[in-house]
């Protein structure tokens, strides 16, 4: 429960997620833990309901700041997530409850939590990627085996189109039918090109079976059916 990894304050880093290097001064965020890894420039519409958070919202519109997004599990909080600016409020109702619409910025790592307001607050360092970039043709590769995954999953049909000569992986990730470990794991890396060799090799490890599956189900397609 949510409720629960607040109360025990317990932090836990996923599987494989390396301690994150101090590349900017400290500061201290609004903590927001959702059942969910947010992703930078992913979208995250929000109904926002209970009184603490509504009161979040508040004060990050009143100062016109973000708010950290943080994945709770039953074992606690994950010690990386991602902050989320408020791009618009999509309806206000009533009784306080409001939908925004969220997009995912910069990466942090929690160091301290701060219980002291109504809603959870942390004390976080900021990271980015280091390092050299994924290749083109990695990208497109990964690009290639994501929406085949997605197709023979039955989930996203179109190809939208992506820029190649920009990193892809969190925007695939953010689509793909990957658990929460895999997508803490994926948040806390410092290497697009770690980040998209770890997608590619997602994809390669399940397609064999995915293809299985849609070359027995096509043959059997072809053998009649009940009346």
């Given at each position: 429960m949510i409720a629960d990894a607040i109360k025990t304050s317990t932090l836990t880093r996923?599987?494989?997620?390396?301690k994150a290097r101090i590349i900017t001064s400290r500061m201290k965020i609004p903590l927001f833990p959702l059942e969910v890894?947010?992703?930078?420039?992913a979208a995250l519409p929000?109904?926002?309901?209970?009184?603490?958070?509504?009161?979040?919202?508040?004060?990050?519109?009143?100062?016109?700041?973000g708010f950290g997004v943080v994945c709770a599990q039953r074992e606690g909080l994950?010690?990386?997530?991602?902050?989320?600016?408020?791009?618009?409020?999509?309806?206000?109702?009533p009784d306080g409850r409001l939908d925004?619409?969220?997009?995912?910025?910069n990466r942090f790592e929690i160091e301290n939590l701060d219980?002291?307001?109504?809603?959870?607050?942390?004390?976080?360092?900021?990271?980015?990627?280091?390092?050299?970039?994924?290749?083109?043709?990695?990208?497109?590769?990964?690009t290639a085996l994501h929406f085949e995954v997605l197709e023979l999953t039955g989930g996203e049909k179109a190809h939208r189109a992506?820029?190649?000569?920009?990193?892809?992986?969190f925007r695939l990730a953010w689509a793909s039918p990957t658990d929460l470990s895999f997508r803490i794991e994926l948040l806390a890396m410092r290497s697009d090109a770690e980040r998209t060799e770890r997608l590619i090799a997602l994809y390669s490890a399940m397609l064999p079976k995915l293809r299985r599956g849609a070359q027995a189900s096509s043959v059997a397609g072809r053998n009649g059916h009940i009346m």
């Open positions: 996923g599987r494989g997620a390396p890894v947010l992703f930078p420039e929000l109904h926002i309901f209970e009184d603490r958070y509504k009161e979040m919202v508040s004060v990050c519109l009143a100062e016109k700041i994950a010690v990386v997530g991602c902050t989320a600016e408020i791009v618009r409020i999509l309806e206000q109702y925004i619409l969220c997009q995912g910025a219980n002291s307001r109504n809603f959870l607050q942390a004390e976080v360092d900021f990271f980015s990627d280091e390092g050299v970039p994924a290749t083109r043709a990695m990208r497109e590769q990964c992506f820029d190649l000569d920009e990193p892809v992986a």
